[in-house]
């Protein structure tokens, strides 16, 4: 039985009015780009103004690695967050890039789903710690993009947070087998939908890791076009040194170098997922 398939009966409730855009990266395939587009989709987000929160959901911790927070900086984490000891503000820190911010993740997180065994509730812990970020007091200062890294599964964290999203962004990699397992996460994002968060759209799928001079790059691409139509961005990220690079010095790829054709991709990104949240709200 999936981590789904338990929790599907528990209860719902909608959401707060005024809360931020809240979008997961997410795809159980391993190592296709999720942690550096939630990276640099964030820096770009708040490149142009946007007020952006990275959630790092994996334990690995490579998106909080990435943007330069060192693991004794992460005494509050994520995980504190999801076991119910700490308010997500208290695990949010800085970082180097001004309006963008994470809540760090730590290893204890992989023990999270046996500690909260059958715990009512448990699909919603994100959702709850999230509706409690923004205060309103001083809206200056509220979030408009919640960024959420997840691990490689569809396990109880992933499902935490496409329980709290209003959208799933998909990176697929450019490669052979980027259609496979594609199925089963359309699948658990359309039972989440059915039993957890009826608002869980998909916002889009991008293509990482692309290399024009590579047939297969190419071949991929059409196939995932044909397959998902307009759901696939225009904007592919393509395959890049610089963004492999960046998270060694704890940089956005941005930062690192920013006129380098993988930080030009982002922006381009960033400009796309706006676009398409407009489209989004006047339908
Ligand atoms: N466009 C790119 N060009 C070159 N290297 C890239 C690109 N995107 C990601 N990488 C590299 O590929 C590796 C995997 O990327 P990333 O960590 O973002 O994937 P992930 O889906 O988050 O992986 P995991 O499933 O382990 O969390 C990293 O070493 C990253 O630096
Ligand atoms: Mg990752």
Known sequence: MTVMDEISQEDRAPQAPGHPRILSLANQKGGVGKTTTAINLGTALAAIGERVLVVDLDPQGNASTGLGIDRRNRSCSTYDVLIGEAPLRDAVVATAVPRLHIAASTMD??????????????????????AGLNNNVSPDND??????DCPPSLNLLTVN???ASDAILVPLQCEFFALEGLSQLLQTVEQVRSTLNPSLSIHGIVLTMFDSRNNLSNQVVADVRQFMGAKVYNTMIPRNVRISEAPSYGKPVLVYDLKCVGSEAYLKL?????QRERELRTH
């Open 109 to 130: 997180l992989s023990g999270l789903e046996l500690e909260l065994g059958t715990t009512p509730g448990r699909a919603f812990r994100l959702r709850d710690a999230i």
């Open 143 to 148: 979030y408009t993009y919640v960024l959420i």
């Open 161 to 163: 947070a496409m329980a």
């Open 270 to 274: 960033a400009t796309e997922v706006i």
